[in-house]
C-alpha cells in the first residue's frame, strides 16, 4: 500500500543533505576569499616595501654619480692649472675627462635602473611582461631612430660602435633579465613641447570614467559644451628633441658648458669672490692647486641645468604638508628617482583570476657643499651628495597626476593615429583609447553637460596641496 512512496525520514535526509552541501560551499568560498584577502594584503605591503627600496637604490646611484662627476670637474681644474703652470695649455686631458663624465651621466643612473629592479626581486617582486616590452620597444626605437636625430653624447668607442648602440646595448642587458621596476618619472629625448593639450592630461581620461563632470566644470567646460567629434581637437603640440645629455631613466638633469667663467654663479657683476671660493672648494677635492686663469679656458665643464635645479618648493604646490620647513640648504628640487611596480596577486576564489597590485614610490638624492651651501650654489657639479631619502610622489618630478600603464604609448603611438583617423583606429586594450571612444559618444556629452546644468552648484574645491578639486591627488601620498 505504501511501496511506491519514499519513507518520511528519507526525505528529511534528503534536503539536509543540499542544505549540507550549500554550507560547505559558502564555507568554501568563505575561505577562499579569507585566504585571496590576506594573500593580497601580504602582496601590498612586500609590493610597498619593494617600491621603497628601489626608489632608494636608484637615488643612491644618482647622488653617487654626481658625487664622480663632481670630482672628475675638480680632477679637471688641477690638471688644467699644472698645465697652465708649465706654460702650454693641454686640453687633451680635460677632453678625456669630458668624455668620462659624458659616460658617467648615462651609466649611472642606467646602474640605478639595474639596483632597483635587483631591489625589486630580493623583495620577490618578480618580472612584469608589461614593462619588460614596453622597455624593449624603447630599445628598438634607439636603435632604429637616434643615430640620425641626435648627435652622439660621447665618442665612438672601438669597433666602430656608435655611443647609442652602447647606450642601447645597456638598456638590453637589462630588458633581458625582465624589468620588474618601471622608471615613473623618465625623461625622453622626443617629448611633447607642452603638457596643456587636453590629450596629453591623464585626468582627463579620468574624469571621462567615472563621469566627473566637476572636473570638466572646473578645466574644460567649454570643451564638454563645445566639442563634436575628434576632428575638432587642437593639433597636438609639436615634438622637441632634449639635448643628449643624461640619461633617459633617473636622469641627473646636467648640462655642459664651455668656460667656467660663463656660469651665472660665477659670472658678474661679482665674479671675483665667487670664483675664488669655487677655486678653494675645486681644489679641496682635486687635491692639487687651482689658479684663477683655468676658470677662462675654452674647455668643457659639466653643471647642473639651472631648468632642473630649481628650489624645490618653488616646485611643490602651495602648502605642501611637509612634516617641518624645507632647510635652505636642501631646497634644491634636481635630480630625484620614482619608480612603479606592478605586482600579481593570484586569486584562488573561483571567477576573480588574478589582479596586478600597482605601488609607486620616489626618492632622492641629498647633500649640501661646505658651510652648509646648497649643492648647486656655484652651478658647477661638485662633491657633497650625502644621503638618500624617500620623498612623496607628490613631491617628486613623476606627472603630477599619475598616470596608468600604457600611457607612454598612448601619447607616443595612439593619438597620432586618433588625430588622423579618429577612434575607429584605436587598440581596443587600451585604457585610455575606450574612454575615448567613449568621449566621443554625443548623449555621453550631453549627459555631462545636462548635469552641470541642474548641479553644477554641488562642485567645490577643497583648501589642500593638490593640483586638482579636492585638495589632492588620486597617488594620494
Not at 549540507?20 to 568563505?30: D, G, K, P, Q, T
Not at 638633469?253 to 659670472?267: D, E, F, M, Q
Request: glycine residues 8%; hydrophobic residues 40%; contains cysteine.
Amino acid at each position: 500500500m505504501n511501496a511506491g512512496r519514499p519513507a518520511p525520514g528519507c526525505a528529511r535526509s534528503g534536503q539536509a543533505m543540499i542544505f549540507v552541501v550549500m554550507v560547505l560551499v559558502l564555507l568554501a568560498f568563505v575561505a577562499f576569499w579569507q585566504f585571496d584577502l590576506h594573500k593580497t594584503l601580504y602582496v601590498k605591503m612586500r609590493a610597498r616595501d619593494a617600491a621603497d627600496a628601489a626608489a632608494l637604490a636608484a637615488a643612491r646611484w644618482q647622488g653617487q654619480t654626481l658625487n664622480l662627476i663632481g670630482e672628475l670637474n675638480a680632477i679637471q681644474a688641477v690638471l688644467l692649472t699644472e698645465s697652465w703652470l708649465e706654460g702650454e695649455i693641454d686640453t687633451a686631458e680635460a677632453e678625456a675627462l669630458d668624455d668620462l663624465r659624458s659616460r658617467l651621466s648615462f651609466v649611472g643612473p642606467v646602474m640605478g635602473l639595474v639596483a632597483a629592479n635587483q631591489t625589486a626581486h630580493n623583495n620577490r617582486i618578480y618580472s612584469n611582461p608589461y614593462y619588460t616590452a614596453q622597455f624593449t620597444d624603447h630599445i628598438a626605437r634607439i636603435r632604429e631612430e637616434y643615430d640620425r636625430q641626435f648627435a652622439p653624447p660621447w665618442d665612438n668607442g672601438p669597433g666602430g660602435h656608435s655611443a647609442w648602440h652602447e647606450y642601447a646595448a645597456m638598456l638590453e642587458a637589462i630588458a633581458r633579465q625582465g624589468l620588474a621596476v618601471m622608471p615613473d618619472n623618465p625623461s625622453w629625448f622626443i617629448d611633447y613641447m607642452d603638457r596643456n593639450h587636453p590629450l596629453l592630461n591623464p585626468a582627463f581620461y579620468d574624469a571621462v570614467a567615472s563621469r566627473n563632470w566637476c572636473w570638466f566644470h572646473f578645466y574644460q567646460r567649454a570643451l564638454l559644451e563645445r566639442y563634436t567629434n575628434w576632428r575638432s581637437w587642437p593639433n597636438l603640440p609639436a615634438l622637441m628633441q632634449r639635448e643628449p645629455l643624461n640619461a633617459e631613466v633617473f636622469s641627473l638633469h646636467l648640462t655642459r658648458v664651455r668656460t667656467a667663467a660663463n656660469w651665472p654663479a660665477l659670472a658678474p657683476p661679482h665674479p671675483g669672490e665667487r670664483i675664488d671660493e669655487w677655486l678653494a672648494r675645486a681644489q679641496a677635492h682635486g687635491g692639487g692647486a687651482v689658479e684663477p686663469d683655468v676658470v677662462w679656458l675654452d674647455v668643457a665643464w659639466h653643471g647642473y641645468n639651472p631648468a632642473d635645479w630649481i628650489p624645490w618648493t618653488e616646485f611643490l604646490a602651495p602648502g605642501f604638508p611637509f612634516a617641518t620647513p624645507v632647510r635652505p640648504e636642501y631646497d634644491v628640487l634636481g635630480a630625484d628617482a620614482a619608480v612603479r611596480i606592478g605586482a600579481f596577486a593570484d586569486r584562488i576564489t573561483p571567477g576573480l583570476g588574478h589582479g596586478q597590485i600597482l605601488r609607486t614610490a620616489a626618492a632622492k638624492p641629498f647633500g649640501r657643499l661646505a658651510d652648509d651651501d646648497p649643492i648647486h650654489a656655484f652651478g658647477m657639479v661638485l662633491p657633497g651628495f650625502q644621503d638618500v631619502r624617500l620623498i612623496p610622489m607628490d613631491a617628486s618630478t613623476a606627472p603630477e597626476q599619475g598616470s596608468m600603464p600604457g600611457w607612454t604609448d598612448h601619447i607616443y603611438e595612439h593619438l597620432p593615429i586618433y588625430t588622423q583617423r579618429g577612434p575607429g583606429a584605436l587598440p581596443g586594450g587600451c585604457y585610455y583609447c575606450r574612454q575615448l571612444g567613449r568621449w566621443e559618444d554625443g548623449e555621453f556629452r550631453q549627459s555631462g553637460r545636462a548635469w552641470l546644468e541642474q548641479y553644477h552648484h554641488t562642485c567645490h574645491t577643497v583648501t589642500g596641496p593638490g593640483p586638482g578639486p579636492g585638495g589632492g591627488t588620486r597617488r594620494g601620498h
